[in-house]
């Protein structure tokens, strides 16, 4: 074994004996968001759940130091008061309260300045900064909102969240998955973005759309087949819908035939409960 390499191996041997290991075996990170501004809403709301949590988790993700991790797992808590601009830059970042850990306050403090800018606060604040306070935590010995570190395809879609897939003709999922799948990143991203500026509903909300995609890649016959009942709702999963064409052609495997699948874009307030409708 080359001398660095066995150097490295001890000093990750000898703080692994200081620390408490921790029998769950991963990582967790909890991550409470609160806003601090008078300015109040669903808009303000709907766009920390949409845009600001999920960046900053998956920057935080990256950023994870090892002592946090298995074995190790190392707790702590930082606390960090910020500034959102209208533009969406992240600024007046100040640590609140320090984990007492070097290592665990950079690594909130880099994902911080990583994430910005986020997207651009909603018009309804009318030229208001929005003034933050976010509690990061390590391996909370009782976490509410957790991510865990190995489970970073969460990342960008919340929970609450989620769009299922039905291909009307099933044997198809074989050599057109790959590609659905990719056409279920783009819609993501872009419903995110139509729901900005709606009201979310206190109960769950499911849109149905069904769609015809040509080998082409071209989107016909958009049909709403069942509606969530709010009409917010129904216009943002359509725009999205509209707002990802166009789309790259079909896999050669499926031939010169089009592609009919129905997307489930379904909000739930208590995300723990089962959604029917994923494919």
């Not at 409470?32 to 993700?61: D, M, N």
């Amino acid at each position: 074994m080359p001398k660095r390499v066995l150097v490295l191996w001890l000093l990750c041997l000898a703080v692994a004996a200081q620390e408490k290991v921790d029998p769950r075996g991963q990582t967790i990170l909890s991550l409470q968001l609160e806003a601090r501004s008078s300015v109040r809403g669903a808009a303000v709301e709907s766009y920390l759940k949409l845009f600001v949590e999920p960046t900053i988790r998956k920057h935080w993700y990256q950023h994870v130091p090892f002592t946090a991790k298995p074995p190790i797992m190392r707790k702590g808590t930082v606390i960090v008061e910020f500034k959102i601009l209208q533009d969406g830059k992240i600024s007046s970042v100040r640590t609140a309260q320090s984990s007492g850990d070097t290592d665990l306050d950079r690594g909130v403090i880099t994902a911080l300045t990583e994430a910005s800018p986020l997207a651009a606060l909603p018009e309804s604040l009318h030229g208001t900064d929005l003034a933050m306070r976010a509690e990061f935590v390590y391996n909370p010995d009782q976490p509410s909102t957790l991510i865990r570190y190995h489970d970073a395809t969460s990342m960008f879609l919340p929970d609450e969240f989620r769009i299922g897939v039905k291909l009307t003709d099933e044997s198809k999922w074989t050599d057109a998955g790959a590609y659905v799948e990719e056409v279920v990143g783009k819609l993501r991203s872009a419903w995110f973005s139509q729901l900005r500026e709606v009201q979310l509903p206190s109960s769950p909300k499911t849109s149905r759309i069904k769609t015809v995609i040509q080998p082409d890649g071209k989107l016909t016959y958009v049909t709403v087949t069942d509606s969530s009942g709010d009409t917010k709702l129904d216009r943002a999963a359509m725009a999205a819908i509209d707002a990802i064409q166009p789309l790259p052609a079909l896999p050669g495997k499926l031939g010169d035939k089009p592609l009919e699948v129905s997307f489930n874009f379904q909000y739930d307030p208590k995300p723990d409960r089962e959604i029917s409708g994923s494919q």
